[in-house]
Structures are given as C-alpha cells and as structure tokens.
C-alpha cells in the first residue's frame, strides 16, 4: 500500500551511500560543506516585499536533508549558521551572534537544522516521489512555526494573524514550488545513479 501511494520505492541509488552515512568521510564532509554553501548562496537571491524576504535558501535547507540524510542535513545547516556568525552569508546586510539572535528572520535561520533533520529522517523511509514531498512539507512545517513564532514577537504584529500572513501565508504558494522542483530533481537524479 505504502509503494502504490509513492511513499516508498524499492530502487536503489549511489545516493542513499551518502544518506546512509557509508559514504567516505571526505564525500560526507564535501556534501556538508556544499550544502552550507548552497545555502549562503541562496541568500544571495532576495527580494524584500516586507519584513521577510523571499530567499532561494529553502531549496538549500530541504535539499541537504533529502540529499545528506537527516544527520549530515543538520550539520549543513549548522555550519551555514556558524560561517553567519564570522562572514555576511546571511539574507540580511549583517552578521554575528547579534543580528543572527536580533533579526526579525531568526526564527527561520534557527529552524533550517531542523528541518533539514526532518526532510532526512522522513525521507529516509519515504523515499517515493508522494514520500519525498510529504517529507519537506513536514519540514516546511518546521520551519514556518519556528519562525512566524519569532516573527511575531520580534516584529511586534499586533495579533497572531498579521505574523501567519506576512510570516506563513504569503510564503505557502511559493514555498510548495520549492518543494515540488527539488521533489523532482531528487527523484530525477535518484533514478539516474540507480543501481539494478
């Protein structure tokens, strides 16, 4: 039932080595340290229409776990916050420990291990086309409540509301897109390093 649904496949891809941790340790620490780059590159590409603005880190964050596996996702996104700390590789003008625990998008930046940890772990079970959607809705999930939370008392919004549409809502649309696109490059790069 699981399979007929797309939750699952039984195929077998030079991917899941990496996933599964049996990768060297060099092709691990290349993936870690790609995907942390990816991620400072994704906040090259922003557009402020208000307080958040639209990024392409999403991409980066929800990649790394699917690609990495639930462990090596969230030491990506560890690493992408660390570097933040000493270089501007945020979405934002700054860095540092004060504009990284100061800004009105902390709540996200915060919430990227996690939901990289989530799409991995998910999606190591999940592993079908529907499971691999499911995974980073989960973790879009994750990452929304974390931070439209921080959004909402940083920005000081008026109600609860005001934070969901500008923090959520506005996002959601653009968010599933993300989310369909590597969907089908993961799936896609999957079927062609599948092993018979």
Sequence with gaps: ?????GLRTARVSTIDDLRSG???VG??????VGFAALTALGAQFRLYLWEV??????LA???SGLYLGWRNGLLAQGLYLLVGLFLPVYAGEGFGPAYLFGAISAGYLLAYPLSAALVGFASKRWNGLTGTVLSMIGGSLVLFT????????VADHATWFESIDK????????DLA???LVALVYQGTRSLSSRD
């Design 1 to 5: 039932m699981i399979s007929q649904l």
């Design 27 to 32: 092709l691990q620490v290349a993936g870690i």
């Design 53 to 58: 603005p639209f990024t392409l880190q999403t």
């Design 167 to 174: 923090g959520w809502l506005r996002f959601a649309p653009v």
């Design 22 to 24: 049996s990768a060297s």
């Design 61 to 63: 964050v929800y990649g």
């Design 178 to 180: 993300k989310i369909l």
């Design 146 to 153: 974390l931070g439209v939370t921080w959004l909402h008392y």
